[in-house]
């Protein structure tokens, strides 16, 4: 079946520094998009990207879209203890529902 | 306010019980979803449905049943098959398939 697959699964950061989380696919998709979910919350919608090379930026994060489609990040700039939480990346490969990434994990560490 | 509600957020099962989770939204969407959450885990998707009165199974569907009579709600009910039913249970819904999902508050299920 369609797969996207989403690393690292956890990463841990000193306050400050930067992370990035990474989805990739095996085949061309539609659009993706990414969501947070902090601890004990559920996951809220963050942005869509559609077009190929497309970068957007909210605040510290920036996003981006393969050249191929078939891959796309998640970059935060100088974290903050209000980043932590676990972000998703959600696959559309056109045909069907979404396909949600394993998650990467943040924690801060003060 | 629009939204996604489920209830209740915490519950507890004896073993060998059945129990109905609820999900209702009001934001006149056509899709809703089901997703099971263990801890530190990623979303597995038990069922979904894109309209009223048809249903489809997810990749974890063995030992759930839904139903979708109105397109307000779609609840999950967790059956004695289920062998291991704790976890944390989140329902979404979108205007299509393909569509941003928003989420419920979810519902944590204990089985005792």
Redesign the interface.
Same mark, same amino acid.
């Given at each position: 079946g369609q797969q996207v697959m989403q690393i690292p699964q956890y990463q841990h950061v000193q306050e400050g520094e930067d992370f990035t989380t990474y989805c990739n696919s095996s085949t061309t998709l539609s659009n993706i998009q990414w969501y947070k979910q902090r601890p004990g919350g559920h996951p809220v919608f963050l942005i869509q990207l559609v077009k190929s090379g497309e970068v957007k930026k909210q605040k510290r994060l920036t996003f981006q879209f393969g050249e191929a489609k078939k891959n796309s990040s998640l970059h935060i700039t100088a974290t903050q203890t209000t980043d932590v939480g676990t972000y998703f990346c959600a696959g559309d490969f056109g045909n069907e529902k979404l396909t949600f990434g394993t998650g990467t994990r943040l924690t801060i560490i003060p | 306010d629009g939204g996604i509600t489920q209830s209740p957020k915490y519950l507890f099962r004896k073993e060998g019980q059945n129990v109905t989770l609820s999900c209702e939204q009001n934001l006149n969407h056509d @899709?809703m &979803?089901w997703y099971r959450q263990d801890p530190? +885990? =990623? !979303?597995r998707?038990i069922y &979904?449905s894109q309209i009223v009165n048809d249903f489809q199974k997810g990749d974890i569907a063995e030992g759930y049943s839904v139903s979708r009579e109105k397109k307000e709600s779609f609840p999950l009910t967790v059956t004695s098959a289920q062998k291991n039913p704790t976890a944390f249970y !989140?329902c @979404?819904s979108s205007f299509g398939? +393909?569509e941003? +999902? &928003?989420? =419920?508050? =979810?519902t944590r299920l204990l089985v005792l």
């Open positions: - | @899709a &979803y530190g +885990q =990623g !979303l998707l &979904y !989140l @979404a398939l +393909q941003t +999902q &928003y989420f =419920g508050p =979810g």
